[in-house]
């Protein structure tokens, strides 16, 4: 069996959202896996010389995830990946291997896993609901607890939304770090503000854009981890002087605008300009 998966990267939190809100983006890592080839791990573009090409790959780590829980064995495979997602650059990374790993393992395996317990095994497995929700379901999402576990509703974004993503070359943020700098406690007047920001956030991605600069403000997060990556903090702060809607993806160090224009960003920038993703998918090839 040849089988073809494509996971978007993600950009969660969307200022006031933290661990709740994340959009879909259309730069997506591609994975072809083959059962009747030679066993191996390899890995193309971004982080090819990092990660690794062993049984510690986190995309093979998760199909071996699923398989125990469900009970299977999986054969043996090739995996061969290009990747199009930075690392530790806010936008997913991680989440799109654990996507890409589940999507195979149910497939190879027959467990035909429902759309919902999907993602509880994703948010356990890799630990933010919100990116695997996004990846999984594509578009805008709202990701939450309920008594029966990790569950996520999909919206569609407004046809106007124009996402521009800000990579930074040489700045780098791990997620580890970033949750690190965050306070244990909020005042109250702090988590009200972001309470309504977001609620005022799902209007404007959904309803109405020209909403968005005022929607993105955030008092929990952003600031803190922006003062990991100084470059990030100060393109992010002229940004936002100018009255350009801007939020931190993930935990960063990517700057997520939107309404941008051709504005100069200097050689240390990677300027991305993706459409919103529908979401990972996989096929035989």
Not at 66 to 88: D, K, M, Q, T, Y
Not at 111 to 129: C, K, S, Y
Request: proline share 7%.
């Amino acid at each position: 069996m040849r089988l073809a998966v494509r996971v978007p990267a993600t950009a969660a939190n969307l200022g006031p959202g933290f661990d709740a809100l994340a959009l879909a983006l259309a730069i997506e890592n591609e994975l072809v896996a083959e059962t009747e080839a030679e066993p191996a791990v390899e890995v193309e573009g971004e982080g090819a010389e990092e990660l690794p090409r062993d049984a510690s790959n986190l995309i093979f780590r998760s199909m071996v995830f699923l398989a125990r829980e469900a009970g299977g064995v999986l054969p043996p495979i090739r995996l061969a990946s290009h990747n199009r997602i930075p690392l530790e650059r806010g936008l997913g990374s991680s989440a799109a291997a654990v996507v890409a790993g589940l999507l195979l393992a149910d497939r190879l395996l027959g467990t035909e896993l429902g759309p919902d317990r999907l993602l509880e095994v994703a948010a356990d497995l890799e630990g933010h609901p919100d990116n695997v929700a996004a990846a999984l379901r594509g578009g805008l999402v709202v990701a939450y607890l309920s008594r029966e576990g990790w569950r996520a509703e999909r919206l569609d974004p407004h046809p106007d939304l124009r996402p521009t993503v800000l990579i930074p070359r040489d700045e780098r943020v791990s997620t580890v770090e970033a949750r690190r700098v965050l306070p244990r406690e909020v005042a109250l007047r702090d988590a009200a503000f972001n309470l309504g920001r977001a609620a005022l956030a799902l209007h404007a991605f959904t309803r109405a854009p020209e909403l968005l600069g005022e929607a993105l403000a955030d008092r929990l997060h952003q600031a803190r981890r922006l003062e990991l990556a100084p470059k990030a903090r100060a393109l992010f702060e002229e940004l936002r002087a100018e009255g350009v809607p801007v939020c931190v993806a993930g935990s960063g160090p990517t700057i997520l605008a939107f309404g941008l224009g051709e504005r100069e960003l200097g050689p240390g920038w990677r300027r991305e300009r993706p459409s919103v993703s529908d979401g990972a998918t996989v096929e035989e090839a």
